[in-house]
């Protein structure tokens, strides 16, 4: 859980937790830092205020969507690695990326 007065995740927070499963986010939350959830390959649960969200829920609020978006930065950065060579077929592949099942 993080505090409910939090209103940023720092760059890097929680990178390498890769048995976090599940996060209560504040409702207050308004950004999340750089690369904060590189390597949570186990991050599929979200909950804002006793609710629980899919990452990729299109309709969920501003916390779960600052998430998904730190998320998509991540995946984007593979794709282009890939795509312009500084990743082999193997690495990209087996690249897991957190949130509601991807998998490179």
Known sequence: MIGKGITQISDYTFRYCQSLEHLELPPGLERVGYYAFEECYSLRR?????????????????PVRLVFDSLEVIRNKILSDYKNGRMDEFEYIDYQIAGDGYHY
């Open 46 to 62: 979200v909950w804002v205020e006793g609710i629980e969200y899919r990452i990729r829920d299109s309709k969920a609020p501003k």
